[in-house]
């Protein structure tokens, strides 16, 4: 049993003394977003307004953990593993069974090819990931496309959504709308910078003509990875280049107008962005946490006291050793939402 599914089973077990001294025990578990929201996430309380390290030594390791997902009923979480000479990219899962957190392991799809970026459509019908699989035989494909499944079909058949939206560049990062509408990363001929924001309404049961954001949103730049709200009204993504960029690429928030155009970018400042890569960003079906990925490392590196090895390798093996992890901080509350 991991430390999540310890504490969750120690709660559990002093809930039901307290109710069954009140003469109340059903012997129900709460479901998803009602109850003990803690449950939902290893037992570890709200983030507050200040970034956390989301599930250390579990989730978040010493190792390159990113691009972080939950299903809407929120008792499935997705995440990627990088291998540290980025030869491999694995998509892994964990499930929630009313009880207890199940050991992080590979999905069922993954592990054979290079896998990234999970993403549930907002009434968890559908499953997006982008991947380097082949369409046909066994060779890797060299660019990335972007694949879909549906979880109540089974986990281990995904299809290639196909053209207008996957051409023989790279697709990054899908995010999906309540109506269907798919956003994600690419640099297309009509790109501004080096990596633009697309997206593509799903019309009769087909992706139409890829469209870009245009300049309201890119810039001359990277910009990438976006997560769209279910109802279109905000978008969150990654952003390099800009001139309030704190470094390294931030996170940054669109609004869209009545018109259909979008505000311009708001870079989410300081308290949520760092001096390295901040980007992957993902709310929760509840809107009440963002989740997102962070290179950062801890202050102690920041220290010219880096004298002895014991130290360095303290470091070395520590979390925020600048490999990425799993960042969360409550969304509902801060200023810029």
């Known amino acids: 049993m991991n430390r999540a599914g310890l504490f969750t089973y120690e709660l559990f077990i002093g809930l039901t003394i307290i109710l069954s001294a009140c003469g109340k025990t059903d012997n129900k578990v709460p479901p998803p977003h009602e109850g003990i929201t803690n449950w939902q996430y290893f037992g570890l309380t709200s983030p507050g307004l200040i970034p956390q390290v989301f599930s250390p030594e579990i989730i978040s390791t010493r190792r390159n953990e990113r691009d972080m997902t939950m299903s ?16 491999l990219n694995v998509i892994l899962f ?17 592990g054979v090819y290079n896998d990234l970026e999970p993403s549930y459509s907002p009434d968890g019908k559908k499953f997006f990931f982008i991947s380097k699989r082949p369409l046909t035989g066994s060779k890797e494909k060299k660019d990335w496309d972007i694949w879909f499944l ?24 899908p995010s999906v709308t309540s109506s ?7 640099n297309y001929d009509d790109s501004f910078g080096a990596d633009d924001i697309y997206c593509s309404k799903y019309i009769n049961g087909k992706y139409q003509q890829p469209v870009n954001l245009g300049d309201s949103v890119n810039s001359g730049g990277f910009d990438f990875n976006a997560f769209i709200s279910p109802d279109e009204s905000y978008l969150l993504f990654s952003s390099f280049g800009r001139p309030d960029d704190k470094g390294g690429g931030d996170l940054y928030i669109s609004y869209r107008r009545y018109d259909g155009t979008w505000s311009k970018p ?44 014991v130290t360095l390798l303290e470091l070395a093996d520590g979390i925020e050793n600048g490999s990425g992890n799993i960042y969360w901080v409550d969304f509902d509350k801060n200023e810029w939402k």
């Open 266 to 309: 708001k870079n989410l400042g300081a308290g949520i962005n760092s001096n390295r890569l901040d980007y992957c960003p993902f709310v929760t079906a509840d809107g009440k946490y963002l989740f997102f990925t962070s290179q950062r490392e801890s202050n102690n590196f920041r220290s010219n006291q880096h004298r002895k090895l």
């Open 72 to 87: 809407p009923a929120g008792n499935v979480m997705f995440y990627s593993l990088v291998m540290p000479a980025n030869n």
């Open 150 to 173: 549906e979880p109540e079909k089974g986990w281990t058949n995904p299809v290639n959504i196909g053209a207008p939206v996957n051409t023989d560049k790279d697709e990054y990062f």
């Open 180 to 186: 269907g509408t798919l956003y994600f990363t690419a």
């Open 94 to 110: 964990l499930h929630f069974d009313g009880f207890f957190w199940s050991e992080p392991e590979v999905a069922a799809f993954s």
